[in-house]
């Protein structure tokens, strides 16, 4: 059975701190991973990674992805408040089904 | 933001009644999804569709039907509302191997 595991369920920081976010997954016909942000309302697209060893970034978030041990992380530097939310991996098998984690609930305090 | 809408934003009805919730969709996509969240599911899926006419079962699909009669448009209807169908529910498009857009969501009491 397909499935993808993100951990920790939950994480509290403060501002300033670097967090690193964890996806590992056991999906037939890996296509790729993508990352999310939920706040209180839709996810929201971050990244799509399809290669291994190359980081994605978009100002203070980064992935990568290791389709050799089957896991990605999500990093984010110097957190701030509006980075509270919860982080949803998913992984696309084939062409369009989509196998999501339960999420990352991240809370970043002032 | 890609074109994606869903009617209505906010819900309450009755047990036994019937519900139908619509996706509305600008962006041309071949796929469409119905997905529901709950606290501490995630989300899961209700079903898809990968053409007009073209649906499937996802892996939460008992007491849902689904109908797509144009490509922008994908219904999901409650047959007969119960308790447990209380959720948040997401519509979600892709177009094919790309990454999937969603909607506002439609959040449903059932009383």
């Known amino acids: 059975e397909d499935k993808v595991v993100q951990s920790p369920l939950s994480l509290v920081v403060h501002e300033g701190d670097t967090v690193t976010l964890n996806c590992s997954y056991e999906v037939t016909n890996f296509r790729s991973l993508l990352w999310y942000k939920q706040e209180k309302k839709a996810p929201t697209f971050l990244f799509m990674l399809?290669?291994?060893?190359i980081e994605k970034k978009s100002g203070r978030l980064s992935s990568i992805l290791d389709k050799k041990e089957l896991f990605s992380i999500l990093n984010i530097t110097a957190t701030q408040t509006g980075d509270s939310a919860i982080y949803l991996c998913a992984v696309l098998s084939g062409t369009y089904k989509y196998i999501f984690g339960t999420g990352t609930r991240l809370k970043v305090l002032a | 933001d890609a074109g994606i809408t869903q009617s209505p934003r906010h819900k309450v009805t009755e047990t036994g009644t019937p519900v139908t919730l619509r996706c509305h969709q600008t962006?041309?996509?071949?796929?469409m999804y119905w997905y529901r969240q709950d606290p501490g599911h995630g989300l899961r899926l209700i079903h898809y569709s990968y053409g007009v006419k073209d649906t499937d079962k996802g892996e939460v699909s008992d007491g849902y039907s689904v109908s797509r009669s144009k490509t922008e448009d994908f219904l999901l209807t409650l047959e007969s509302a119960t308790s447990s169908q209380t959720s948040v529910y997401f519509c979600?498009?892709?177009?094919?191997?790309?990454?999937?857009?969603f909607g506002p969501g439609t959040r449903l009491t059932v009383t």
């Open positions: 962006e041309n996509h071949r796929y």
């Open positions: 399809t290669s291994s060893g």
């Open positions: 979600a498009i892709s177009a094919e191997g790309y990454e999937q857009y």
